[in-house]
């Protein structure tokens, strides 16, 4: 309800060029983006929280690129330097 109450008539601007997301699209944006946040809290009782934040910043590491050393080097790096 409260999430409801505080979307309405709200819209988020991505770029110029994009239409801006409102109603049920940015509604569930923010529904996953609640989610993200409270996996991240249960899962900082075990782990680094501000690691754990800043992975949802990085490209997800899939299957494929585990082969690919200067990828994970540099994707490394990149969870460093966050």
């Not at 409260?2 to 601007?13: M, Y």
């Not at 910043?57 to 969870?79: G, K, Q």
């Amino acid at each position: 309800m409260l999430l409801n109450s505080a979307l309405d008539d709200a819209a988020l601007h991505v770029g110029p060029a994009a239409p801006p997301l409102h109603g049920p699209g940015l509604e569930s944006l923010a529904q996953r983006y609640m989610e993200v946040q409270a996996i991240i809290r249960r899962w900082a009782k075990r782990y680094d929280e501000d690691l754990l934040e800043q992975l949802i910043y990085l490209p997800e590491v899939s299957v494929e690129n585990f082969d690919r050393i200067d990828w994970l080097r540099d994707w490394c790096r990149a969870l460093e330097a966050a």
